[in-house]
C-alpha cells in the first residue's frame, strides 16, 4: 500500500474521506493484468505504441527474460495507470499525480535508467520524484512534438528508400551508430557493440529498417519503424548522410518513410525536439500535423 500518496487522487481532491486512497498500490504487472493494460494503453494508440508494440510481440504484460517489467498503479483493484521499466522508463497513461509513487517504486529497484521518454507531463513528473530521490539527469528535452500522418503524403516520396537486407547489416550499422551519438551526445558502444548490434540486426529481420544506399554501398539516408502495431507506427532514427544534407532531399525521403510504413499500419508517427526547426519544417511539407507533446529525459 502507498497510502502516503493519498493527496495525489482525484477522490482525495474531492474531499473524499482520507481512506478511499487506502487501495492505491503500485506492483509489476504479471499475465494476468495483460487485459487491462491493452485496455489502458488503447485509449492512446499513438501516445502509447511502444507499449502496445510489446504486447503485440510478446503477448504479456509479465517481465521479460531480459529483466525488464511493467509497473501497474492500481486505484481499489482498477488499472489507472502503469510504466515500463528496462533500459528506460515509459510511462502509459500515467496521471502525473502519480508518478511520485512509480518512481519510488523504480527508485528502489536500484536500476540505472538510460532515459524516461513519453508524454510530457508524467515524464516531467516522474523525473522530479527520481530527482528527490538523487537522480540526475544529463539533458531534459522538455518539449517534443509528437506529429502523426494518416494518409497519403503531400510530396512526392523519394523510390530510392527501401526495406533494408541483412546483407547490408555492415554499412547499415555504422549509420545508426553516427545517428544515435548526434541525438544524445555518446556512442552507442559505450556499453558494449553486441547489444546494439544485435538491436539494430532485430529491427532489419523485421522489416522495419528503411534505407537508401548509394552508389558507392554507402547509406544516404535511413530510418527505422522503432515501434509497430496493427494501427500505428513510430518512426526513429531519422539520419541523412552529411555529404547530402541541405540538398532539399529530407522530404522526400520522409515521404518515402510514409508510404513504406502505411504498409504496416495506417497511422505513422514520430516525435521531433522542438528545436530541431529544419526537421520540424520537413516534415509539416510531408504532411505531418501535431497531436500531442512527448518528453525525454536523459541520464
Not at 504486447?55 to 504479456?60: I, Q, R, S
Not at 502509459?92 to 508518478?99: I, K, R
Not at 509528437?146 to 503524403?153: D, F, H, R, S, Y
Not at 554499412?171 to 551519438?181: D, H, K, N, S, V
Request: with cysteine; net charge negative; aromatic share 8%.
Amino acid at each position: 500500500m502507498l497510502s502516503r500518496v493519498a493527496p495525489w487522487l482525484a477522490s482525495r481532491r474531492d474531499g473524499a474521506a482520507t481512506g478511499a486512497a487506502a487501495g492505491l498500490t503500485v506492483r509489476v504487472l504479471a499475465g494476468a493484468d495483460t487485459r487491462a493494460l491493452l485496455d489502458l494503453a488503447r485509449q492512446d494508440a499513438v501516445a502509447n505504441v511502444f507499449i502496445l508494440s510489446h504486447l503485440e510481440t510478446a503477448g504479456t504484460a509479465s517481465p521479460t527474460a531480459g529483466g525488464a517489467s511493467i509497473f501497474g498503479v492500481f486505484d481499489g483493484g482498477v488499472l489507472v495507470g502503469a510504466c515500463w521499466a528496462g533500459a528506460n522508463l515509459v510511462p502509459v497513461q500515467l496521471d502525473p499525480e502519480l508518478a511520485g509513487a512509480v518512481a519510488a517504486v523504480a527508485h528502489r529497484t536500484g536500476r540505472r535508467y538510460a532515459s524516461i521518454f513519453g508524454p510530457a507531463e508524467a515524464v516531467l513528473a516522474l523525473y522530479s520524484g527520481l530527482e528527490q530521490l538523487g537522480h540526475s539527469a544529463q539533458e531534459i528535452r522538455s518539449e517534443q512534438p509528437l506529429l502523426t500522418i494518416a494518409g497519403p503524403p503531400v510530396v512526392e516520396p523519394n523510390p530510392a528508400l527501401g526495406f533494408g537486407h541483412l546483407a547490408d547489416f555492415d554499412r547499415i550499422l555504422p549509420a545508426c551508430a553516427a545517428m544515435f551519438e548526434e541525438e544524445v551526445g555518446y556512442s552507442p558502444y559505450l556499453g558494449g557493440r553486441e547489444y546494439y548490434s544485435r538491436r539494430v540486426k532485430g529491427l532489419i529481420r523485421a522489416g522495419h529498417s528503411l534505407v537508401h544506399l548509394g552508389p558507392d554501398g554507402d547509406v544516404v539516408f535511413k530510418a527505422e519503424l522503432g515501434a509497430v502495431t496493427p494501427e500505428v507506427t513510430q518512426v526513429q532514427g531519422v539520419w541523412m548522410n552529411p555529404a547530402f544534407r541541405g540538398l532539399g532531399l529530407s522530404a522526400g525521403y520522409m515521404a518515402a518513410v510514409v508510404v513504406l510504413a502505411q504498409t504496416l499500419a495506417p497511422v505513422t508517427s514520430l516525435y521531433v525536439n522542438d528545436f530541431n526547426t529544419r526537421a520540424r519544417a520537413s516534415y509539416e511539407r510531408v504532411g505531418f500535423h501535431q497531436v500531442g507533446t512527448f518528453a525525454t529525459v536523459l541520464f
